[in-house]
């Protein structure tokens, strides 16, 4: 099947029709069947998956179309990677998220993020419009210290504290040990307290 029919699975795969014995196997399973062209099998992985590496790459960009073909083009590489899958071996999600990380930082290094768009859970829903326009400020404030980071320490800080891996998982996705994870995180704490510190002020 062509890739681009895989992905256009992807994108209309509907939650419900998928089968109970399907969605009840692990992605392991899914991926020897994906790699058997597996249609249905693929659609459920990426009804599984899809969502969070829309997430990841939204909180790692701040945009949210590069935010969506970023999952896409990961969906096409599972799609490509299934034929060579090893079960047993790395974990699926450290794969994914580490294929999601890596496109990120490529897109980073050939396209400045828009500054004007500002993820929607750094938002607050406060009612007031005094309230709203300080919250809106805050947010561009804080999303502009983390966008501004390097790419290491901007993918720890996502994968630690937006998307709430534990220190472990996260140096997996980033190929790094746990004390060189725990160093990202120190600078890029130390680096967000000084350009917030106005603001904590």
């Keep these: 099947m062509p890739l681009d029919a895989a992905l256009d699975n992807v994108i209309e795969f509907d939650r419900t029709t998928a089968t109970a014995s399907l969605t009840m196997l692990d992605d392991d399973r ?6 058997s062209e597996d249609r249905d099998a ?6 599984r998956h899809l969502d969070r590496c829309v997430a990841i790459a939204y909180r790692t960009l701040g945009n949210r179309t590069d935010a969506e073909d970023i999952a896409h083009d990961a969906m096409l590489r599972v799609w490509r990677h299934a034929p060579k899958w090893k079960t047993g071996g790395a974990k699926f999600t450290t794969w ?4 999601v ?8 290094r050939r396209v400045k993020p828009n500054a004007g768009e500002v993820p929607e859970d ?32 901007r993918e720890a800080m996502v994968l630690c504290f937006f998307e709430e891996l534990s220190n472990a998982e996260a140096a997996d996705i980033l ?14 704490r ?7 510190a106005g603001m904590m002020d």
């Design 96 to 99: 994914l998220y580490r294929v």
């Design 175 to 188: 190929d790094v040990s746990v004390g060189a994870l725990e160093q990202l995180l120190v600078r890029a």
């Design 122 to 153: 750094l938002s607050d829903d406060a009612p007031g419009p005094a309230a709203t326009l300080e919250s809106q400020q805050t947010s561009d404030q804080v999303r502009e210290a983390v966008m501004a980071l390097p790419d290491r320490q």
């Design 190 to 196: 130390r680096s967000l307290r000084v350009s917030l």
């Design 101 to 108: 990380v890596n496109l990120c930082i490529d897109r980073t």
């Design 30 to 35: 899914l991926m020897v069947m994906i790699g």
């Design 42 to 47: 693929f659609g459920v992985l990426a009804a």
